[in-house]
């Protein structure tokens, strides 16, 4: 197939029919030539505006507990496994209410707490709680979590708790997850998304590009994506911490990641698309426009978990020149 049939034949079914594309589709995406990104790019920001809307859905993330992680993920600077600058501390609840607070008075509509952890303990469960409460009792907002792999009644527990999203990543294609963690399985980050979407929550499940991962992995992993249909996902570049086993990898080229997001928003045209870590050192600050011309429908605002992003004013300004409305909490309800 040639670049145009692709494009073309995508075209058609994508965008005047809202079918994902495959992924053998997906992959000739991703072996487009420089030559032809801006036209995929266009593509995908009519896909989005046509089965999305313009609206742009702002969330805030939090970090609960930083750090100390027993996991072995190897882009990631939490694990207390390798010699990473990220020390384990907790954050207090007043400080959890202050962080909500802050991330509502930018319109963001969703307000995600997250904690490094495998899953949750006893003592985390009940942070959580005490903090939904406080968060609930003073600012109007969704709440997210992230808490790692779930039991079933932890599962039941948060959805009792008035958990609006939960986030659990699968990072990477199944084929290549084995490369990357050795301390639990794909398949067990599969089974507690099926679980949450089950109990009623709604599933946020995206991962990281530019992990050495091969083109037709990729494919793959934006199929597997497809296949379980997450309300949100969003999409990390790797953005290579020192001292962790993907310390010396190379950041993602910029063509090759707006390249990544638009074949993955044909493969998930009506999912929220989320540009989310690593986008500052793979695009620059134009990322930002271009993704959002190019796919994307929502932005974290602020700081993400344990590096600096751009502060909320620049992204907010951005949206308001593009003409992009911020989603509105009763339009996410
Ligand atoms: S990605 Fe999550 S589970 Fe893996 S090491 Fe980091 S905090 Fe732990």
Known sequence: MTASDVLA????????????????????????????????????HRVRM????????????????????PEDC??????????????SAWLDIPMLVEAAKQTAKTGATEFCIVAAVRGPDERLMSQVAAGITAIKDEVDINIACSLGMLTASQVDALAAMGVHRYNHNLETARSYFPEVVTTHTWEERWDTLRMVRDAGMEVCCGGILGMGETLEQRAEFAGQLAELEPDEVPMNFLNPRPGTPFGELEPMDGAEALRTVAAFRLALPRTVLRFAGGRE????????RRGLLGGINAVIVGNYLTTLGRPAEADLDLLDELSMPVKALNQTL
Do not use: M
């Open 281 to 288: 050192i793979t695009l620059g600050d134009l990322g930002a």
């Open 50 to 69: 046509r089965w999305c809307g313009p609206e742009v859905e702002v969330e805030g993330i939090v970090s609960l507990k930083t750090g100390g992680c």
């Open 74 to 87: 190897h882009f990631c600077s939490q694990s207390g496994l390798f010699a990473s600058p990220v020390r």
């Open 9 to 44: 034949e995508l075209r058609e079914s994508v965008l005047e029919r809202g079918v994902p594309a495959r992924p053998d589709q997906v992959l000739e995406l991703l072996r487009l030539p420089d030559s032809r990104v801006e036209e995929l790019l266009e593509l995908a």
